[in-house]
């Protein structure tokens, strides 16, 4: 399954305590739960460019499966992580500071 597309943000599951995680600070993280982002990702193999825009902040991130890479945060830092696949439709990264995240392609959608 590839993972080339354009997906909109319908859902988020545990935002506020994942951006704490990730050291936003309150208000920022309530300005931004009702934002709806884009992602657009192009695969190529274990190579991925994933760009997500939410309001007017783009970010980019680039990675391959299983090396350790930077990816830039909402917060607008960086932050060492490494992707994993798991299956052949579930994405898992997990950072330098032990906060994972999870993303799931379930035919047209991701979650």
Same mark, same amino acid.
């Given at each position: 399954?590839?993972? /080339? !597309?354009?997906?909109?943000?319908? =859902?988020?599951? /545990?935002?506020? %305590?994942?951006?704490? %995680?990730? !050291?936003?600070? $309150?208000?920022?993280?309530? #300005?931004?739960?009702?934002?709806? =982002? +884009? =992602?657009?990702? +192009?695969?190529?193999? #274990?190579?991925?460019?994933? @760009?997500?825009?939410?309001?007017? #902040? ?7 499966? *299983?090396?350790?890479? &930077?990816?830039?945060?909402?917060? !607008?830092?960086?932050? #060492? %992580?490494? +992707?994993?696949? &798991? *299956? $052949? /439709?579930?994405?898992?990264?997990? @950072?330098?500071? !032990?906060?994972? =995240?999870?993303? +799931? ?7």
């Amino acid at each position: 399954m590839s993972f /080339n !597309g354009k997906y909109e943000l319908q =859902s988020q599951e /545990n935002f506020e %305590a994942f951006m704490k %995680a990730l !050291g936003l600070p $309150d208000e920022q993280i309530q #300005k931004g739960k009702d934002i709806k =982002s +884009v =992602s657009e990702i +192009v695969q190529d193999g #274990k190579k991925f460019k994933l @760009t997500v825009t939410t309001g007017s #902040k783009v970010m980019v991130s680039e990675f391959t499966i *299983g090396e350790e890479t &930077e990816i830039e945060m909402v917060t !607008g830092g960086k932050v #060492k %992580a490494v +992707v994993q696949m &798991e *299956g $052949d /439709n579930k994405l898992v990264a997990t @950072t330098e500071k !032990g906060v994972k =995240s999870v993303t +799931v392609l379930n035919g047209d959608t991701l979650t």
